[in-house]
């Protein structure tokens, strides 16, 4: 029984559905113990492996969603930021839709659907009860049929059909984002960043460009707010390292301060600008994409 060999289709799965990568590792990893625990109940002639493993993750992600708050990113939470406006309190953990790693994603499935793994979309996601999500997940992003997703549940094909229905009615609307790597861009930018070039960072953006850097609810629209902040703020990340990694279908980096990990900053572009940077402080992202604990060259 290769159990292990669904673990990358899984993780997609389960991220979807609890829009964090700690809790997507900790579902597979339940899932997978369960199933390996339960093995002997499973019989092929009743439905496939997959499909076995597909409804024990979507019961056990239903449990571990009951009762949670809804992950946001920051545009979801409050408007924009003036600036000089204080930061405020760091948000629990709870409260944010993190990335994850190309690496733990199944690439045959990020070929066809990466969209369905950006940040935004994921976000969007978070607003739908659960059952809906898995539902349209299931549906819409993976290809189940109605009599599967219907099998999966325990419930019937009209019950599926008219959940699907609501979902969709119910998903906020995201802007579509481009696929196409600019990778002239994106060396500009990490020359720019990592000597703190602010004129040449502020260029690179498009007009109404956001940032935000999570566990702060505190974020920016715009290339002249982006400007006025990172002006006057003193350079405290000068001297950073940028090590290339990538999360949600995306380019992202890990920043080095010091030699020392300090976040992974996801970028969105369009059009030959950047359109979006989201800075997640928080180093404890860094083993799950195989960024080392210290800065070792742009190759480590």
Not at 222 to 246: F, I, K
Not at 261 to 268: C, D, I, N, R
Request: aromatic fraction near 8%; charged fraction near 25%; proline fraction near 7%.
């Amino acid at each position: 029984m290769d159990l292990d060999g669904h673990r990358a289709e899984l993780t997609g799965y389960c991220y979807r559905m609890l829009g964090s990568v700690y809790e997507a590792e900790d579902a597979v990893q339940e899932t997978l113990a369960k199933a390996w625990r339960g093995r002997d109940r499973f019989d092929p002639l009743r439905g496939p492996l997959r499909a076995w493993l597909f409804r024990i993750a979507t019961n056990v992600c239903l449990d571990m969603l009951r009762g949670s708050r809804r992950r946001a990113l920051a545009a979801g939470l409050g408007p924009a930021a003036e600036p000089g406006a204080p930061l405020g309190e760091p948000l629990p953990i709870e409260s944010w839709v993190y990335p994850v790693p190309d690496r733990l994603l199944d690439p045959a499935e990020l070929a066809v659907s990466r969209e369905s793994v950006r940040l935004a979309f994921v976000a969007a996601l978070q607003h739908l009860p659960p059952r809906q999500r898995a539902v349209l997940i299931l549906r819409d992003v993976l290809g189940w049929s109605a009599a599967e997703v219907a099998g999966l549940l325990g419930a019937g094909v009209a019950a599926v059909n008219s959940a699907l229905q609501r979902a969709r009615a119910a998903l906020p609307l995201t802007e579509p984002g481009d696929d196409a790597v600019d990778e002239k861009l994106l060396a500009r930018y990490v020359d720019a960043f990592e000597r703190y070039d602010v004129e040449t960072l502020v260029a690179l953006l498009h007009e109404d460009a956001t940032s935000s850097m999570p566990p702060f609810a505190w974020w920016l629209r715009g290339r002249e707010d982006v400007r006025r902040v990172l002006a006057a703020a003193g350079a405290p990340c000068e001297g950073s390292r940028l090590v290339r990694t990538a999360a949600n279908g995306r380019p992202a980096y890990g920043q080095y301060l010091e030699g020392r990990p300090f976040a992974l900053v996801l970028v969105e572009t369009s059009g030959g600008l950047i359109t979006g940077i989201t800075t997640y402080l928080d180093p404890g992202l860094f083993p799950f994409f195989g960024l080392a604990d210290e800065f070792r060259g742009a190759d480590s």
